[in-house]
């Protein structure tokens, strides 16, 4: 075995439910926040710019991170400092009187929580062999996935119970908050409970070995599923690529497929970023906004898998050609509803159209590339279409205050 794998490899799992914990927080507090910034008088404009701000502000973290954790080996301090960073923000943001301030505040967030995503791949395969880095990867953002979904489920929960406890839907808000700062607090404890101390491998030999793994397995659900939250898909992208020209290397049809992504990807984000201002706007209380996103989640979450098994007996082109008609037509269509059970269920279908959309994306991709590429590649897609939500995050905050 090589010198940069210890032999003290992780006996148990029970720190990923530590940090799944954690994610609950994050989940709950990515829809909380924008609205809570609602409340405070903010607009669409902020709104957007919260959530394109949230797009870029991990990357730099990720990078310097995960720099200094390769030449230190240190791994346990920077996944504490990411909770610890998580939860003061959410205990602090119930103080906080300003649109402007949690702007700054949800950058913050996602400073931290992506930051830690170098640190965390690293330590899953940590003293795993090869082989099993695949799976090591998947374990770890089913994790994260399913705690998402439990902070959404949180929220829904809470905030349609609170007025009937006496609440307003401000002093609702800031104890959710301070319920997910709390939350964060115990994923803390817990990690710091059931850490083990892991083995070490370098960040150099982690990525060589990483693109490297067969993707022929990988139905692109997989891989997009790896990165699925905000920055965190940026990071990973960009970390993925060599220096030299992309032109040379790649070949235009693929490039072609990668600008179109980019402009998909923007398109999608314009119309997410002012989502939960319009929702408000339309007299949705805080407790069915929860519902409509965690609708759109569960839509996405639970037809990844059977859409890589149609990629099988369908072309990937035309299956995702019809999910953007379908998810087109179905944005414009939610502009003109205003009844809870019909834009929930059209979200719904929209998170339906994303799990076409992702899996396809990977699948389309994979087979432009060459196989000497293929792994770039994928690192690119993922972070053309990051760039590209950000920057229509922030367009789309702008329209909307404009109209």
């Known amino acids: 075995m090589s010198t940069e794998f210890a032999t003290d490899t992780p006996k148990t799992d029970r720190w990923l439910w530590a940090w799944g914990v954690g994610y609950a927080a994050v989940g709950g507090a990515s829809v909380l926040l924008p609205l809570y910034a609602l409340s405070l008088d903010a607009g669409a404009f902020y709104i957007g710019l919260m959530a394109s701000t949230a797009a870029f502000a991990g990357v730099p973290g ?41 702007v700054v505040a949800n950058a913050a967030l996602w400073f931290a929580v992506t930051a830690a995503s170098p640190v965390l791949n690293l330590v899953v395969v940590e003293g795993v062999e090869q082989s099993n880095w695949d799976a090591r990867i998947a374990r770890l953002n089913t994790f994260q ?5 439990a902070g959404l ?18 002093s609702a808000q800031r104890t959710l908050l301070t319920g997910f700062g709390l939350l964060a607090v115990a994923a803390t404890l817990l990690f710091l409970r059931f850490y083990p101390d892991a083995a070490h491998v370098s960040s150099k030999r982690f990525l060589q070995r990483y693109r490297s793994l067969s993707r022929d397995g990988w139905r692109g659900d997989r891989y997009l599923r790896g990165v699925p939250y905000g920055p965190t898909r940026i990071y990973w992208g ?13 070949g235009r049809p693929l490039l072609g497929y990668l600008a179109g992504t980019a402009l998909f990807s923007a398109g999608f984000a314009v119309f997410w970023g002012p989502m939960p201002a319009h929702l408000a706007d339309i007299g949705f209380g805080d407790g069915v906004i929860f519902l409509c996103f965690l ?16 990629m099988d007996r369908y072309a990937a082109m035309g299956m995702q050609v019809g999910a953007l008609v379908v998810r087109a037509a179905l944005f414009v269509v939610t502009a003109f509803l205003a009844s809870q059970l019909l834009i929930g269920g059209v979200l719904a279908a929209i998170g339906v159209t994303w799990a076409v959309v992702a899996v396809t994306t990977t699948g389309i991709v994979a087979r432009l590339a060459s196989d000497r590429l293929r792994g770039e590649a994928l690192g690119l897609v993922v972070a053309v279409s990051g760039i590209g939500g950000g920057v229509g995050n922030a367009v789309g905050g702008a329209v909307a205050a404009a109209t």
């Open 62 to 102: 990720a990078l310097l991170w995960g720099n200094i954790a390769g030449k230190t080996g240190r791994r346990r301090p920077f996944v504490l400092l990411a909770l610890v960073a998580t939860a003061a923000v959410l205990l602090v943001s119930p103080m906080l009187g300003s649109p402007v301030a949690l």
């Open 145 to 149: 996935g399913y705690g998402w979904l």
């Open 153 to 170: 489920v949180i929220g829904t929960v809470w905030t349609g119970l609170a007025p009937r406890l006496g609440y307003t839907a401000i």
């Open 238 to 250: 960009l970390r993925s690529l060599r220096t030299g020209r992309l032109s040379t290397r790649f």
């Open 295 to 310: 609708a759109n989640t569960v839509g996405s979450t639970v037809c990844y898998d059977p859409v890589g098994r149609l």
